[in-house]
């Protein structure tokens, strides 16, 4: 997986790039044109400023924005370095003038000593023993522009994805409406801009381990195989394409009957023989709790099966898959970093409404070692 990291100076550059094509094709006046350029560079780096001043604040425990909603989902990976992590927001729209807007994300370890704000711009970095005050360098600290397309229920969703090394940390988030006035008169710090901060908790887990371990389970809505992998910079906002599958996660844990529960996950570190044999099997068992009118005395089918928990039910399983060189060709190695991809689609028709639990159970035949992952669902209207 790729890895969304930057400085504040890799963010200057990339508004700089949107200013020049903003600027209007076929200016006669040149020197009006380079003046209308630089109001607009000006204006973007003060909306950038803004941004990175609200994340200090935040990160100093002072007041920040709450003009709107944001919710957090992620879910990891393993990377070529680290552990990348894909995330979703969902940000209530309903409230803004403007659906374009500035999102900027800064992962700060958690036992790291709090850190000071960001210089100002006048303070240059420590600089052969000058002992000035360095700027703060932060494992991802990234500024996007984005577009925030509604959709139904006045959120819109956006993407992106970043790698640390395994580990605490507290991830900041700071989106905020975009100044798209090409006049000096845009002032970045004007009241018409809202704005709204996030701090959410993760704990990175380390899939370097040698043990036999999974991704995160992504429930999707859907999944699509695309005709060709995408670039790294596409992956920078598509960063649930896994190989040629193009997953979109689902908005919740919540589905139809009418609907398919889509799961996906990746398998690491299985038993792998010298001749780059490996045999692995993955099953997928549902418990239901009860509850009214539920199926408490409905007859357990007389299969093996994870241990039941306290106040559910067993209530169905799958066929289990199994993952080995027969099925996925000679060609594919793990120890080559090939990830075995499993996930099943599973009609929602014969689930009564009521709160679910699937426990994947994933064994390595040739070393014995099982693990389960657990996801919670519920079915509904």
Do not use: C
């Amino acid at each position: 997986m790729g890895t969304v990291t930057g400085v504040w100076s890799r963010a200057v550059v990339a508004l700089g790039l949107a200013v020049v094509a903003a600027v209007p094709p076929g200016a006669q006046d040149q020197k009006s044109d380079v003046k209308q350029r630089d109001r607009l560079e000006q204006s973007q780096r003060q909306e950038g400023q803004a941004v990175l001043t609200i994340a200090d604040a935040a990160l100093a425990g002072k007041p920040v924005p709450a003009d709107f909603q944001i919710r957090w989902q992620n879910e990891f990976l393993k990377a070529r370095q680290g552990t990348f992590v894909p995330f979703t927001l969902t940000i209530d729209v309903s409230a803004l003038g403007a659906l374009s807007a500035l999102m900027y994300v800064r992962a700060v370890p958690r036992d790291a000593v709090t850190a000071p704000a960001r210089p100002a711009k006048n303070r240059k970095s420590t600089e052969k023993g000058r002992g000035e005050t360095p700027e703060v360098q932060y494992p991802v600290d990234a500024i996007f522009p984005v577009e925030l397309k509604p959709e139904s229920g006045g959120v819109a969703r956006i993407s992106r994805g970043f790698s640390v090394a395994p580990g605490d940390y507290d991830i900041y988030i700071v989106v905020r409406e975009r100044s798209l006035q090409t006049t000096s008169t845009a002032s970045s710090r004007g009241p018409q801009m809202k704005a709204a901060v996030l701090v959410q908790p993760i704990s990175v887990p380390n899939f370097w381990s040698g043990e036999l371990t999974t991704s995160t389970v992504i429930l999707a809505d859907r999944l699509n195989v695309l005709s060709e992998p995408i670039s790294p910079d596409e992956l920078v906002e598509r960063p649930y394409v896994i190989g040629q599958n193009d997953i979109t996660p689902a908005a919740d844990f919540r589905f139809r009957k009418d609907e398919e529960l889509i799961v996906v996950f990746l398998v690491y570190n299985p038993t792998v023989t010298p001749d780059k044999k490996f045999d692995i099997q993955v099953e997928y068992h549902f418990f239901r709790r009860n509850g009214p009118g539920g199926r408490a005395d409905t007859p357990v089918p007389a299969v093996p099966h994870p241990p039941e928990r306290d106040g559910e039910k067993y209530f169905n399983h799958t066929d289990p898959q199994r993952f080995n060189p027969a099925i996925m060709g000679a060609q594919f190695d793990p120890n080559a970093g090939h990830p075995v991809m499993a996930g099943q689609g599973i009609p929602l028709a014969g689930f009564d409404f009521g709160d679910y639990r699937l426990a994947i159970k994933i064994t390595d035949l040739l070393s014995g070692q099982s693990i389960t992952r657990d996801v919670h669902f519920t079915v509904g209207s």
